[in-house]
DNA sequence: AGTGAAAGTAGTGGCCG
DNA sequence: CGGCCACTACTTTCACT
């Protein structure tokens, strides 16, 4: 099971009808699709861009902001998704807002011996629920985790008891998050 | 300007309509409000998780899904969005289908003397294309880059350009990335 | 606060430049 | 392939509980 199992899935009226008749249910950071040959012409970035921005606009707004017809515009962002370029869409919930206001990262160098067991590692981790993202390196560490948590005991409990103690875990490091900028994949 | 300038705002029919009443035009990354104290009952954690799972649901699914009436969900969206606590929507697109499919993340100690403008060259860095995320940490390292390039010379192009040839910047280092796991805020 | 109905809009599919 | 039109469905407001 990956980060996020059962989120998209589970409870009532199982499969209904989203927006831009979204086949594929993304789950987080998970590939769907290896990704097309076909180039991406202007108005493809164009919406791209405007749906990085604002990932709920109407179809024809962001018709009008691009400068297509709105049926043109939903076939678009209809191939977009089957294509793989879209992998889907998501709210940004603030995790100071849900009292985990301190960000860390950690980075971790696993025994040689458990690096066999890197990907399974990584995946319990990141079902964590302090968890908001792993990174699998190669380098000099092997793991980056970045944390969100209630404070500073919170933090030493999350290292402690899934990092520090571990048996495939030969070293932490953790470094406080003061700030995250996240910018978006479709520049120009 | 932040890491996101003018992509929300510029073009053409300037201030239309967004469902769930959106006011703010949240750029990435950038809290706008200092997340409220009212502690979020078990409705709103429900719209959180769904919407976190897949953003465009429509009102009328996301209300059947928590189990209340579309105009109480929507009215519940609208208030966690003046509350600061559902910070925006986002399509998530693929940096491989931009052919960019190479991902590192590199850790760069500063100067001493440039630590003071480490604010704007965390912003500077966060506007180039190439990259997705930029950290600004206390401890070893003063900021952590997350990039996504289209191959090894594009890595080290924008290393040597960005990082190690500036005078701010006393020490690189970089990593691939084999594998990235985002996960969801609220996980329960 | 939450609900249900009513009016306004938007999404969806078929057909035509 | 892109635009237009009609039908259906959803979003959003408001008076009521």
Chains 1, 2 share one sequence.
Do not use: W
């Not at 040689?112 to 079902?127: N, V």
């Not at 302090?130 to 560490?141: F, H, K, M, P």
């Amino acid at each position: 099971m990956s980060a996020q199992t059962s989120v998209g899935a589970g409870s009532s009226g199982a499969a209904r009808r989203t927006p831009f008749g979204a086949a594929r249910r993304t789950a987080f950071g998970t590939p769907p699709v290896p990704a097309a040959g076909v180039p991406l012409d202007d108005v493809d970035r164009a919406i791209l861009r405007a749906l990085e921005a604002d990932g709920r606009m109407s179809n024809k707004d962001l018709a009008d902001r691009v400068g297509v017809a709105a049926s043109t515009c939903h076939a678009r962002v209809a191939a977009l998704r089957a294509r793989g370029v879209l992998r889907g869409f998501h709210a940004d919930v603030s995790p100071e807002a849900l009292g985990r206001g301190l960000q860390a990262i950690i980075a971790v160098r696993l025994q040689a011996a458990a690096r066999a067991r890197l990907g399974a590692f990584a995946r319990g981790l990141a079902e964590r629920p302090e968890v908001r993202d792993v990174y699998l390196l190669g380098g000099a560490e092997d793991v980056l985790v970045h944390v969100a948590v209630q404070d500073s005991p919170a933090l030493r409990a999350f290292v402690v008891e899934h990092l520090s103690t571990r048996h495939e875990v030969a070293h932490t490091q953790t470094s406080l998050v003061f700030e995250h900028l996240h910018a978006p994949t479709v520049t120009r």
